[in-house]
């Protein structure tokens, strides 16, 4: 074998051995996106964070005022898998309002009266069903909102709202594409358990 055809050879093995490292590491963020869902209930206005089939933070959110549903011009809220498809804010103040998904510069604390602006910081929601395909042309989006008095009661116009600092913690730390389930029922008993014993321990 001449030197060239050995210098060949062991390109070749470094360029198989790169791809295999890239594929790995590419199946281990999809299997990390797919490990981590949040779940909505529109009947129990929480959502709940698993990962790994494992319910972690129990969150109070609001869902529609006008229900559940997809139709556009509806201001409901649809249900069924969506993903997150665009994560909006990024090192924004809590309390930053935004308008068009553009920071305004203006800051808002909780509870700052007459205002119900999108605040601190947008997941963007892309529904992967026909029962929810209009939810991204809708911009229906997991959003923190000034009027957290007001969380745990159905009072938004289709988006999830969250506190500030919920939605700022999620949005930091979750990937795009991690998947989100809005469902009418309850979320299992099992979610409810796990969050009481998370609350007796810290």
Not at 9 to 20: A, E, H, R, T, V
Not at 61 to 74: E, I, L, N, Q, Y
Request: a positive charge; glycine letters at 10%; charged letters at 20%.
């Amino acid at each position: 074998m001449t030197t060239d055809m050995l210098r060949i050879g062991i390109l070749g093995i470094m360029c198989l051995f790169g791809l295999f490292s890239c594929q790995s590491q590419g199946e281990e963020a999809n299997r990390a996106i797919e490990q981590t869902t949040l779940v909505v209930s529109v009947r129990d206005q929480k959502m709940a964070l698993i990962k790994e089939g494992r319910p972690l933070v129990m969150y109070p959110v609001s869902t529609s005022r006008f229900g559940t549903g997809d139709r556009p011009g509806s201001y409901a809220t649809p249900l069924g898998q969506l993903v997150v498809r665009k994560k909006i804010g990024k090192g924004c103040r809590l309390g930053t309002v935004f308008k068009t998904r553009i920071p305004t510069g203006e800051v808002l604390p909780p509870n700052a009266p007459g205002r119900d602006p999108i605040v601190s910081r947008i997941l963007w929601l892309d529904g992967l069903e026909p029962q929810n395909r209009h939810a991204f042309a809708r911009c229906i989006y997991i959003h923190g909102t000034p009027q957290e008095n007001l969380l745990g009661k159905p009072v938004s116009y289709g988006c999830i709202r969250m506190r500030s600092k919920d939605v700022v913690s999620l949005a930091d730390s979750l990937p795009t594409g991690t998947q989100v389930i809005i469902t009418s029922d309850h979320l299992p008993k099992e979610h409810a358990a796990h969050q009481r014993l998370l609350a007796a321990v810290f």
